[in-house]
């Protein structure tokens, strides 16, 4: 599955976001500046250890 990640500007995740499914209301966050969105495969339960999945696909 897709999952959208908020980084800061050091690159560490601060949030996320699942993609709408087709049809459904669409989700386009107000980014501070210096954060950006990246989009990355994530498995099914992710949010089982979300800590875990930050720390992950966080720079630092």
């Given at each position: 599955?897709?999952?959208?990640?908020?980084?800061?500007?050091?690159?560490?995740?601060?949030?996320?976001?699942?993609n709408?499914?087709?049809?459904?209301?669409?989700?386009?966050?107000?980014?501070?500046?210096?954060?950006?969105?990246?989009?990355v495969?994530?498995?099914?339960?992710?949010?089982?250890?979300?800590?875990?999945?930050?720390?992950?696909?966080?720079?630092?």
């Open positions: 599955m897709k999952i959208n990640l908020v980084k800061d500007a050091n690159g560490k995740v601060v949030a996320t976001f699942e709408a499914v087709a049809g459904g209301p669409v989700v386009k966050p107000v980014l501070k500046p210096g954060h950006k969105v990246h989009e495969e994530a498995p099914e339960d992710y949010k089982k250890d979300i800590k875990a999945f930050y720390k992950q696909h966080s720079s630092r």
